[in-house]
């Protein structure tokens, strides 16, 4: 039996925890829990080490996504509002998985994607979507890193 809570780089996660979590964000979002299965199948998915970090690119990659189909998307809302929820759970790690693995991953695909010219929403129309307490991680990050990438 694996050990549900690890340390790395000094930070403790419990990785089952936080795939639940994760599994309850696809499980409230049809559209979402859609997107991810096309990426990810069973046997990647549920073997013995999900890969919680390129997960969290799938996620942002579609949040993106409706961002740039709608202004008013219901299920980008229906996303944001679950997100909001996760930053309230106590689990070890799921802080630095939301902020690192899919934060970072709605600032680098969104502003990337948008110099490219793939994708007409900006990073900063991104994060304007986002709720209050995801909005405040995007601007730790951008503080942490000394720069922005919301204009991109």
Known sequence: ??????????????????GRAID???SATPGLAAAWAAEWDDDIAD????????ESG??????IQ?????ERSPELNSIVAALELLFDLEIA????????????????????????GTQAVSAGAVR???????????DALTRQWGNSVDNL
């Open 24 to 26: 309850g964000l696809l």
């Open 128 to 138: 304007a979507r986002l709720g209050p307490k995801a909005q405040a991680s995007w």
């Open 93 to 116: 790690g799921l802080d630095n998985w939301m902020q690192i693995g899919l934060i970072e991953s709605l600032q680098h695909i969104a502003s990337n994607e948008h110099l490219r």
């Open 58 to 63: 799938t996620i942002a990659s579609y949040m």
């Open 66 to 70: 409706l961002a740039a189909t709608s």
């Open 47 to 54: 073997g013995p080490e999900r890969n919680l970090w390129i």
């Open 1 to 18: 039996m694996r050990q549900s809570v690890r340390v790395l780089g000094g930070q403790s996660y419990d990785f089952e925890a936080i």
